[in-house]
Structure formats: C-alpha cells, structure tokens
C-alpha cells in the first residue's frame, strides 16, 4: 500500500530564511507526488506535481521540489520565505488507479 | 466565479439528524472526489466518481452516502450524523485524461459540526 510521511508537523522559519520541508512516500514503481498548500479557510491549491522526468520541479509562489527515489523523498525548498508563505502544506503521493495519499501536513509559521 | 463551489461553507447539526453538503464544478471535470480533513489525519477519501454512473467508495465509507446528479454536481449525505463526524470536508475535481492520475482541483471546504 501507499503512504506518505511528513515527519514535521509544525515548523518556524523567520521571513527571509530558507525552507525545506520533508516528505517521503512509499510506493512500489514510479509513483507521481504533489505538493499542495492551505491558507487558512481556503481548499488546497497545487503547488507543483512530479511525473517523470527531471527530478528538480519548478512550481508557482517560488517553490521547487526535488525527487529522490533512492532516499523515497520529495521535498519542498524555498530560498527566501515570504510571511505569505504561513499555511498548511501537504504532501501527496498518487500510486494505484485514482488512489490520492495525502500525508497529514506541515504547518509553517513565519515570524518576523 | 470559483471553478468548485461547495454549500453550505459552515453547518452545525445535532447527532441523529440527515445532512447533505454539495458540491457544484464549471471545471468540465468528469471525476469528482469527497474527502475529509481532520487534525493530524490529513485528507481521507470518502468517495470518488468518474462519471456519472460510476460512484465508488473511498477508505472512509461508512456512515455516508454520495449521488453524482449531473456531470456538475456531486452530493454527500451523512444519513444520521454522529459528533465524530465533525471535520472539514472537501470536494475535489480532475480531468479524465489518460494519465493514471491527473492533478485534483479543490472547492474551500465545508466545515462540518455534529453536537
């Protein structure tokens, strides 16, 4: 069976500063994985999505992601963070027919 | 106007009581998806629709029920709502393309209190 993993459920970077959060996901063959975001009281927004090819993916709001099937991960980097950026992201891996996995979040907080 | 609208945004219930949350698309998406949010749990399928005639139930099934109405809109039902019911639920849309998967588009969630 699938899953994923967001083994950090709540981080705190100060605006300005680097980010990257960690994601690893189970799966027997090349699977496909996203990112979401949630701003409070919003639905989730993609953020970017990896189905093949180059394992660095470009996505929107400055985030990137980079796939590593030898460590199973997917994680998510920005350079500089923006107080923008304080929301719920989500990791989620799509393996079987149809079959959407979300991890259970990262909450990002962003101080000044 | 929003590509996936969701009513009522907020609802409060008492246990036993029958509740519908709707969902409505102008995504022209023919899948459409329920799932709910819970602290800590992250998103659960509830259940999932290709198309019209084809409904299927997602890892959380009991204790709802859906009906795929038109292309468009995609109703979940709690027939006897219980408090541990109370979450955010979302409706999601997606192409039906060739892909295995393609990318899920969200409504903004109905919150969901059962006292």
């Known amino acids: 069976a699938q899953s994923v993993t967001q083994p950090d459920i709540h981080i705190t970077v100060s605006e300005g500063a680097s980010l990257e959060l960690r994601c690893n996901y189970s799966?027997?063959?090349?699977?496909?994985l996203f990112w979401y975001v949630q701003s409070p009281g919003q639905g989730l927004q993609l953020l970017l999505k990896?189905?093949?090819?180059?394992?660095l993916v470009q996505g929107i709001k400055g985030f990137e992601a980079e796939f590593k099937r030898s460590q199973s991960s997917f994680n998510l980097r920005k350079p500089s963070v923006h107080w923008s950026d304080a929301a719920e992201y989500f990791c989620?891996?799509?393996?079987?027919?149809?079959?959407?996995?979300f991890g259970i979040g990262t909450k990002l907080q962003v101080i000044p | 106007d929003a590509d996936v609208t969701q009513t009522p945004r907020n609802r409060i219930t008492k246990t036993g009581k029958r509740i519908m949350l709707e969902c409505s698309q102008t995504?022209?998406?023919?899948?459409m998806y329920w799932y709910r949010q819970d602290p800590g749990l992250g998103l659960r399928l509830i259940y999932y629709?290709?198309?019209?005639?084809?409904?299927n139930k997602g890892e959380i099934s009991d204790g709802y029920s859906v009906s795929r109405q038109a292309q468009a809109k995609f109703s979940l039902s709690l027939e006897s709502a219980i408090p541990n019911q109370t979450a955010l639920y979302f409706c999601?849309?997606?192409?039906?393309?060739?892909?295995?998967?393609?990318?899920?588009?969200f409504g903004p969630g109905t919150r969901l209190t059962v006292l």
């Open positions: 989620a891996v799509a393996g079987g027919y149809q079959k959407v996995t």
């Open positions: 629709s290709f198309d019209v005639k084809d409904i």
């Open positions: 995504k022209g998406h023919d899948r």
């Open positions: 799966y027997g063959a090349t699977p496909y």
């Open positions: 990896y189905f093949s090819g180059d394992t």
């Open positions: 999601a849309t997606s192409e039906n393309r060739d892909r295995v998967y393609n990318e899920q588009f």
